[in-house]
Each structure stands twice: as C-alpha cells, then as structure tokens.
C-alpha cells in the first residue's frame, strides 16, 4: 500500500521560507511527484512536480521563482522548498504520486493516483 506522508509546514510570516517534505512508502522505483494546494472555500490546484528521474520540474506561474521541487530518490523522498511566502500561499498542501512513471500531464489531478493527508501552511501578513 502506497503511503505519502507530508510534513514541514507551519505559521511564517510573508518572506519567509519553509521547506516541505513528502516521504512515500509501500512500492519500489521511482514515479512522478507533484505538489497541489487547497485554500479554505477553493478549489484544489496544481503548485509543482518532477519526474521521476527529476530531470523535469514543473511549476504554477503564481510560485514560479518562488518555489523549488526537489527529490532524494534514494531517501524516497520530495522536497518543495518555498521562498518569499505571500498571505495568498496560505492553504492545505498536498503531496501525489503517479502509478505510472509516463503521465500525459504533471498540472492535472487526475494523472496522480495516490495522495498525502496534507499539511497546513500559514503566511502571515
């Protein structure tokens, strides 16, 4: 049973940083990863991913030069480290995995079959 265990957030305030980390478990080799959001009455959405070898990132415009996803794929593990916090980067975020290591869209929900339970981010004004 695959398991994404999120972990690293908190209450900074706007230009702070914080670094988020994903731990998965339950499969071996390496698929790709991606970072979504939710803020409270929103919906859910794409921030970044990366793929499996971590060749390939991908970025939202509202975190681009902000943001940076990164892997340990022998630690099985994903990192988002997030610069220049704003008061709008307040949310749930969510780690996800891919069952297959090709997917036709890294910015869609739907290409990632598993999911963390999130953690929560606060940006202070």
């Known amino acids: 049973q695959v398991q994404l265990v999120e972990s690293g957030g908190g209450l900074v305030q706007a230009g702070g940083s914080l670094r988020l980390s994903c731990a998965a478990s339950g499969r071996s080799g390496t698929y790709p990863m991606g970072w979504f959001r939710q803020a409270p009455g929103k919906e859910r959405e794409f921030v970044a991913a990366?793929?499996?070898?971590?060749?390939?990132?991908y970025y939202a415009d509202s975190v681009k030069g902000r943001f940076t996803i990164s892997r340990d794929n022998a630690a099985n593990t994903v990192y988002l480290q997030m610069n220049s916090l704003k008061p709008e980067d307040t949310a749930v975020y969510y780690c996800?995995?891919?069952?297959?290591?090709?997917?036709?869209?890294?910015?869609?929900?739907?290409?990632?079959?598993?999911w963390g339970r999130g953690t929560q981010v606060t940006v202070s004004s």
């Open positions: 996800a995995s891919s069952a297959s290591r090709y997917i036709s869209s890294y910015y869609s929900l739907n290409s990632y079959n598993y």
């Open positions: 990366i793929s499996w070898s971590g060749a390939s990132t």
